[in-house]
């Protein structure tokens, strides 16, 4: 009976142990690896040319969370972050565009900041232990075509 109660006493410590974590993982997506078991994302790119902004990339990520995802975290957010090779150039929160399940944002980076610049997609929950989540990126220039 001793045996019992130690057993019991160990596995709810350790069931409240790891409750007390907030845990967070990051995920890099990329044409061939494009979402887990959560979320899938397609992105679309379109080349354009404007006589006064010159050349740039319109970006139009879709997430959709998959039939695995039945818990989906309260908070979610987006932002896109430009880089010109190390140097930080510019970053901003993204808005998803229209209803419905999948959340999709447009954003427009030039042509010549591609390279590094990033996109990145989590959701969020507070914990008292901490902001535990899942967050998703990719640097823009995994899924241009090269001209």
């Given at each position: 009976?001793?045996?019992?109660?130690?057993?019991?006493?160990?596995?709810?410590?350790?069931?409240?142990?790891?409750?007390?974590?907030?845990?967070?993982?990051?995920?890099?997506?990329?044409?061939?690896?494009?979402?887990?078991?959560?979320?899938?994302?397609?992105?679309k790119?379109?080349?354009?040319?404007?006589?006064?902004?010159?050349?740039?990339?319109?970006?139009?990520?879709?997430?959709?969370?998959t039939?695995?995802?039945?818990?989906?975290?309260?908070?979610?957010?987006?932002?896109?972050?430009?880089?010109?090779?190390?140097?930080?150039?510019?970053?901003?929160?993204?808005?998803?565009?229209?209803?419905?399940?999948?959340?999709?944002?447009?954003?427009?980076?030039?042509?010549k900041?591609?390279?590094k610049?990033?996109?990145?997609?989590?959701?969020?929950?507070?914990?008292?232990?901490?902001?535990?989540?899942?967050?998703?990126?990719?640097?823009?220039?995994?899924?241009?075509?090269?001209?």
């Amino acid at each position: 009976m001793r045996s019992f109660h130690t057993a019991l006493v160990l596995v709810c410590a350790s069931v409240v142990a790891d409750q007390a974590r907030a845990e967070r993982t990051s995920t890099r997506l990329t044409p061939g690896k494009s979402g887990d078991h959560l979320w899938s994302f397609t992105v679309k790119v379109e080349r354009l040319r404007e006589a006064e902004a010159g050349e740039f990339l319109e970006f139009r990520v879709t997430a959709t969370p998959t039939a695995a995802n039945t818990h989906p975290l309260p908070r979610r957010s987006a932002a896109s972050e430009v880089f010109h090779g190390k140097e930080f150039v510019s970053s901003c929160g993204v808005q998803p565009a229209g209803p419905g399940g999948e959340l999709t944002f447009s954003f427009r980076v030039a042509a010549k900041y591609v390279a590094k610049s990033r996109f990145m997609f989590g959701e969020s929950v507070e914990h008292p232990a901490g902001v535990a989540g899942r967050y998703y990126w990719f640097h823009l220039g995994d899924f241009v075509e090269r001209k």
